[in-house]
């Protein structure tokens, strides 16, 4: 996810993150994250780096961000698991296909020719192995 970060907007980076968090805690209830505990209790145990691309972090003060992770994580609190789920993932699909995978690979060619010069001819009797290098 990290490495989609950079492509998907603010807005967005919010609701895939809160749908991440309301996953990552099950029982939290609408008004959770509204409790300055609970929500230190986020930062400081899992980071909220795990949740959210570390620009945003970056770019937003403290306060206005923690207010927009609690305004967009009460549209998700009364989501059941596999509803999170399923937002995550049509959410995603707005921007990455998920239905495909991308490996980085490397191709190397590595071309070896050998020359060999006879100076000596010999005989068939003494010419043991014909071989490459």
């Known amino acids: 996810m990290q490495y989609h970060a950079s492509k998907v907007s603010d807005g967005m980076a919010l609701q895939l993150g809160c749908l991440e968090i309301r996953r990552f805690y099950k029982d939290m209830n609408a008004k959770g994250l509204e409790k300055k505990s609970n929500f230190e209790l986020l930062e400081k145990d899992v980071g909220l780096n795990l949740f959210f691309p570390q620009e945003l972090i970056d770019r937003m003060k403290s306060r206005p961000l923690r ?22 993932f049509k959410t995603l699909t707005e921007f990455i296909n998920v239905d495909e995978e991308v490996y980085p690979c490397e191709l190397v060619v590595r071309v070896a020719v050998g020359f060999t010069n006879n100076t000596i001819r010999k005989g068939r009797t003494q010419v043991f192995a014909v071989g490459t290098q």
């Not at 207010?67 to 995550?88: G, N, P, S």
């Open 67 to 88: 207010k927009l992770i609690t305004q967009t994580f009460q549209q998700y609190a009364t989501l059941k698991e596999e509803e999170c789920m399923v937002r995550f």
